[in-house]
C-alpha cells in the first residue's frame, strides 16, 4: 500500500509522467522552446561534490539489466526536489528491439529515504516523451532531468522506486531508434532491473507509464515482459497518447496533410533512419526549407533550442513528400516494423487518446488497440473526441494504477 496523497499522485500523473517534462521549470534566464511536447533547459549545473560510485551497486552481472556503473548525481542534490530520495545514475545492459543484440543504455533510478515496505519499494518505470535523437537528450544527463525531477520526487514521496530510462542512444554513445517502440520497451524494462541492482529494498513488482514515445515504450514493455524478464512482476502498463503505430505519416507526407507537430515528428524519424539505415537516402524525403533547418530538432542544447524555434516556423506540410514511390514504400515497411502491437500483452494495459491529437492521429491509435484486443490482451480503453495530445482529467488513470497494486481487477473494453 503506497503511503498518502492519492491528489498529489493524481498530479503526478497527469503533468509529470505523462508529459514528463512539459511543467515550465525556470532555470536561470535561459528560455524554453517545445520540441514534439517537450521543453528544454540549460543542462549547466553546478556540481555539489564529487561523482561517487554508489556503495550499494552491483556490479557483478552481465545480462540484460546488469549495472555496468552506478555513480551519485551531486548535480540533483542542489534541487529541492531531490530531497528525500537517493539518485544514481546507471549505465546498463539492454537489448536493442530490431536484432537482439546486446546494447548498453543509461538511465537514472530513484529509491526514497528511509526504511522500505514489507516486500520493498514497488517500482513505476517512466517513459519519457520525446526529446531529441542525440547523446545530450539524456535526461540522466540534465541537472533536473529536463524538468522531470518534480515528479521524480512525488513519486518516492509516496513510497515508489522510480526507473527513469535515457532510451538507448540518448545519455551515452549509440543510435537513438526515435519510435522505435520495442527497443525503448526492453530499456523500461532493463531500467528495472538496473534500480533493483543498484538499491537493496526493491520489489520485484512493477508498472510501466508513459505519454507519446514514453507510451510506446510502456506498451511495448508490456508486450516483452513476460518472456524477457519472467523474474520481475509486472502488474499492468498505462499508455497516453502512444505512438503504436505511426505508419500513417507516410501517407500523410504524400498527400501534404501533415500538422505541423506531424512535420517534426517525422524529421526526427526519417533522420534517426538514415543514421540505422544507410540506405536510406534523407534527401528522398527532404525538400525546401527542411534540408536548411534538417539538424535543428535533433540536439537538446541550448542552442539548439533557440533553433528550433525557427524551424518550427519555417518547415511545410510538403518538405516530406517522399520523391518516389520506392522511397514512400521503404519508409513505410520501415515504420511499419516498429508498429504496436508486436504480440500478446503480459499485464493489463490502460490506453487514453485524444480525437484532436496533432501529433498522432486517433484513427492510428484505434486500430493499434483494435489489434491487440484480437490477440487476446486486457485493455482499458479511453477516447476522449474533443482532446489533443495530453489527457485532461486523470482520477480514473490514478484510479486504475492504484487499483494494479491492489490486485484489483482491471475493465477490459476490448
Known amino acids: 500500500m503506497i503511503r498518502g496523497r492519492p491528489k498529489r499522485l493524481l498530479l503526478i500523473i497527469c503533468l509529470g509522467i505523462f508529459v514528463a517534462i512539459q511543467v515550465v521549470v525556470a532555470i536561470k534566464a535561459r528560455p524554453y522552446v517545445p ?4 521543453y528544454l ?4 549545473a553546478p556540481f555539489d561534490g564529487p561523482i561517487e560510485p554508489v556503495a550499494t551497486a552491483d556490479l557483478t552481472g552481465s545480462g540484460p539489466g546488469s549495472v555496468v556503473t552506478a555513480t551519485t548525481m551531486p548535480f540533483l542534490s542542489r534541487n529541492w526536489e531531490a530531497r528525500g530520495l537517493e539518485a544514481a545514475r546507471v549505465v546498463y545492459r ?7 543484440r546486446p546494447t548498453l543504455v543509461s538511465g537514472s533510478v530513484f529509491v526514497p529515504k528511509g526504511k522500505a515496505p514489507a516486500g520493498g519499494w514497488p517500482v513505476v518505470s517512466m517513459g519519457h516523451g520525446t526529446l531529441g535523437v542525440d547523446i545530450s537528450c539524456g535526461p540522466s544527463l540534465s541537472q533536473n532531468l529536463f ?3 518534480m515528479y521524480v520526487q512525488e513519486l518516492t514521496s509516496l513510497g515508489y522506486a522510480v526507473a527513469y530510462a535515457d532510451f538507448q542512444g540518448l545519455g551515452m554513445k549509440g543510435i ?3 519510435t522505435d517502440s520495442r527497443t525503448a520497451g526492453l530499456n523500461m524494462i532493463d531500467a528495472v532491473r538496473a534500480l533493483r541492482k543498484t538499491f537493496p529494498d526493491v520489489s520485484d513488482r512493477w508498472v510501466a507509464v508513459g505519454h507519446s514515445q514514453g507510451g510506446g515504450a510502456a506498451w511495448a514493455a508490456n508486450e516483452q515482459a513476460g518472456r524477457y524478464a519472467p523474474e520481475l512482476r509486472m502488474i499492468g502498463a498505462l499508455a497516453a497518447s502512444p505512438g503504436a503505430d505511426l505508419s500513417g505519416l507516410v501517407e500523410k507526407a504524400e498527400a501534404g496533410t501533415l500538422t505541423r507537430p506531424q512535420r517534426t515528428l517525422l524529421l526526427a524519424i526519417i533522420e534517426t533512419l538514415a543514421r540505422l539505415h544507410p540506405d536510406l537516402d534523407r534527401d528522398d524525403f527532404r525538400n525546401s526549407a527542411a534540408v536548411s533547418y534538417w539538424n535543428a530538432p535533433s540536439e537538446c542544447t541550448a542552442d539548439a533550442a533557440y533553433r528550433r524555434a525557427t524551424v518550427l516556423g519555417q518547415i511545410g506540410p ?3 513528400t517522399p520523391k518516389t514511390p520506392e522511397a514512400a514504400d521503404r519508409l513505410q515497411e520501415l515504420l511499419s516494423q516498429w508498429a504496436l502491437p508486436q504480440q500478446p500483452l503480459t499485464a493489463p494495459l ?5 480525437g484532436e491529437d496533432p501529433f498522432i ?3 492510428w491509435t484505434k486500430e493499434a488497440v483494435a489489434r491487440s484486443c484480437a490477440m487476446g490482451s486486457v485493455i482499458t480503453i479511453v477516447f476522449a473526441p474533443e482532446r489533443g495530445h495530453l489527457p485532461p482529467d486523470v482520477d480514473e488513470l490514478v484510479k486504475w494504477v492504484g487499483d494494479r497494486f491492489e490486485g484489483r481487477p482491471p475493465v477490459n473494453d476490448c
Open 35 to 38: 520540441f514534439l511536447g517537450a
Open 41 to 44: 533547459y540549460d543542462q549547466a
Open 94 to 100: 539492454s537489448t536493442s528491439g530490431d536484432d537482439g
Open 147 to 149: 524538468g522531470a525531477l
Open 176 to 178: 537513438h531508434p526515435y
Open 318 to 320: 510538403r518538405d516530406f
Open 350 to 354: 490502460y490506453v487514453w487518446y485524444g
Open 361 to 363: 492521429d486517433a484513427a
